[in-house]
């Protein structure tokens, strides 16, 4: 299995900060990288596809990077309703996996 | 707009069966997507558990395989998680979602792009 591991497991922030999280593949996955956003009590919503495609809908300060086994998700200027936990996910081979989630908070 | 919208028990017995149904709208599951369910325990991570391909075609965690079965229903525009024996260490809310996928120059891409609200199951005596 590709273990996935992301960086830092959590993170205090201000709104308007750059906020940067790692996601590392314990092998390579290509470009088949996913990152998630998730608020409590609701469902996982896509933001990046294939490490750098943002999502239909998404706004325009989340982007991502990497192929191989380093991916990054940035957030150029934080809003307030980007205080979420956030999920990189592989789906380069099964069994498709995630990270163990990286936490936003507010600072 | 495409809706899914799990269904089933919320509370399973020990050594007993798991069964959830996805229901889709806004899409027909024949047209040719995969469909997919992922579980998080209470304060815990994602795990996917498995995909299922309109015509059947399945593909399942390791971890789980030899408990789970994955079926789809077209006439009824759904699909269905079956999760048998199951203990304290299945209790999770379980997510259906949908599979898009994007042919690349190596292979497909694959990514939930839209998922269901999630079901709390407790498994429990």
């Known amino acids: 299995d590709i273990q996935m591991t992301q960086s830092p497991s959590s993170l205090s922030a201000s709104v308007g900060d750059r906020v940067t999280i790692t996601c590392r593949a314990s092998?390579?996955?290509?470009?088949?990288l996913n990152w998630y956003q998730q608020k409590p009590g609701k469902a996982p919503n896509l933001l990046i596809y294939g490490a750098s495609n943002l999502q239909s809908g998404v706004p325009s300060r989340f982007s991502g990077s990497g192929s191989g086994t380093d991916f990054t998700l940035t957030i150029s200027s934080l809003q307030p309703e980007d205080f979420a936990t956030y999920y990189c996910q592989q789906t380069y081979t099964t069994p498709w996996t995630f990270g163990q989630g990286t936490r936003v908070e507010i600072k | 707009q495409v809706r899914l919208q799990e269904s089933g028990p919320g509370l399973v017995k020990p050594s007993e069966t798991l069964s959830l149904t996805c229901a889709v709208s806004?899409?027909?599951?024949?047209?040719?997507?995969?469909w997919g369910w992922i579980r998080q325990p209470p304060g815990k991570g994602l795990e996917w558990i498995g995909t299922?391909?309109?015509?059947?075609?399945?593909y399942f965690n390791p971890s789980l395989k030899s408990r789970v079965t994955i079926s789809v229903d077209t006439s009824k525009n759904q699909f269905s998680l079956n999760l048998r024996s199951v203990t304290a260490a299945d209790t999770a809310v379980y997510y259906c979602a949908r599979v898009f996928t994007v042919r690349t120059y190596g292979g497909q891409l694959y990514y939930f792009d839209y998922w269901g609200q999630g079901t709390l199951v407790t498994v429990s005596s």
């Open positions: 299922i391909y309109h015509s059947g075609s399945t």
């Open positions: 092998q390579s996955s290509s470009i088949y």
């Open positions: 806004g899409y027909s599951i024949s047209s040719g997507s995969y």
